[in-house]
């Protein structure tokens, strides 16, 4: 594809090739603020959603500064999960693959559940790029297979998530060993408080971007409500899964004791699902991926790991079979489907003290439906605030109504009966005028 809108950025000709075999033409708005920062040579803070074009947003210029007759680490990438750093190595993979022969960068894949003697054995010729899990990392950095210091560059990617999973501390013990003055690339769909002390020591001054996106939730996708009342999740979740006919659905909880025992009563209801949490073994993790990547699954039962750690594709709903206490966490897990153009849809099981989020995810723009399911059948219902809106609405009547009633210059007795009387008279007009 000629005249690409990244030939702003003076990349190598051979960066450029490899974005025309991309199909890559426009960049998205985090790209648009992080390349320019990362050629610079500029620490960085990038905060934003998935599926935003963060990876390339720090992949393109990276390579673009690899000196190719250098056999040593030139950057690194960490990522959370074992299954997000195997998405980012594939990434490379597929970088390296579009350069032409006579370029040879060198990729090392670090993770933990494969045999470390074997990884040892593969840095006896140090990698351009390693991208892993920290642990792993950090454990061949120790044994002295792994020299990181010559490193320019260093990313921490889904860093709240590493927060969450206890990683970071690894990630601290890793840049020890690296150069002072390395260029520290942070991304992170959102930056808490318990992230600022990591931030601190390692960020003189950095350049903080966030990209804002022009809608929080695409407009091909539907937000619909169900109220959970005095039903069982699982009940509720079977009676949804016999009204829709998904390509793939993913069923969210709000931790992995809720998924295993969600999962549990569904599959003794006679439906088919997968299961996916950070307290899976490596090995089953593996194998309920493939399954999952071979359509075994109509529907799978997952923690927030899914929304951010994995890239599953081809998800048609999200059924949050828990909603999530933050709107951020709302936003990932529906941000699985509706990808593309594609259509997609949210299903929402709600209790009362979910309402809260609701009310500030509509304030961002979300547009719900309520609905109810009853023999395979959806039933649209009343708005979940339309009480507390006709209230409000009855009392801006009642106020303006009263405006308008004039108050006798000489008071009599039984005035106050007279005004009210009249009051009532022009609330109906009012009242006739709406409806």
Known sequence: MENHLFKQYNFHPLLNDIIDHLDFYKPTPIQEKVLPAVLRGESVIGQSHTGSGKTHAYLLPLFNQIIEGKRE???????????????IYDEVR???????????????????????????????????IVVGTPGRIKDLVEEGAL?????????????????????????????????????????????PERLQPFLKKYLENP???????????????????????????????????????PYLAIIFTNGKELANQLAEELTEMGMDVGLIHGGLSPRERKRVLKDIQNLRFQYIVATDLAARGIDISGVSHVINAQMPKEEEFYIHRVGRTARAGMEGTA?????????????????????????????????????????????????????????RVRKPKKVKPGYKKKMKKQQEQVKKKLNRKKY
């Open 347 to 403: 299903i929402n099981l709600y209790t009362e003290s979910d309402l809260q989020l609701v009310q500030k995810l509509e304030k961002k723009g979300l547009a719900f439906t309520s609905y109810d399911v009853k023999n395979g059948e959806w039933l649209e219902t009343k708005a979940w605030n339309e009480r507390s809106s006709r209230k409000k609405t009855e009392s801006d009547t009642e106020k303006e109504a009263w405006k």
């Open 147 to 191: 020299d990181l210091y010559a490193a320019k560059s260093f990313v921490v990617d889904e860093a709240d998530l590493m927060l969450d999973l206890g990683f970071i501390n690894d990630v601290d013990q890793i840049l020890v060993k690296t150069n002072p003055d390395i260029q520290l690339l942070v991304f992170s769909a959102t930056i």
């Open 207 to 245: 350049k903080y971007i966030k990209a804002e996106e022009e809608k929080i939730s695409p407009e091909t996708m539907e937000h619909r409500l169900v109220a959970l009342r005095h039903r069982s999740v699982s009940e509720m979740v079977y009676r949804i899964s016999e009204s829709i006919q």
């Open 73 to 87: 680490v030139q950057f690194v990438v960490t990522a959370p999960t074992r299954e997000l750093a195997v998405q």
């Open 94 to 128: 597929k970088i390296i693959h579009y350069a032409n022969k006579e370029h040879r960068w060198h990729a090392k894949l670090l993770i933990g559940g494969t045999d470390k003697k074997k990884s040892i054995e593969k840095l006896k010729e140090q990698p351009h």
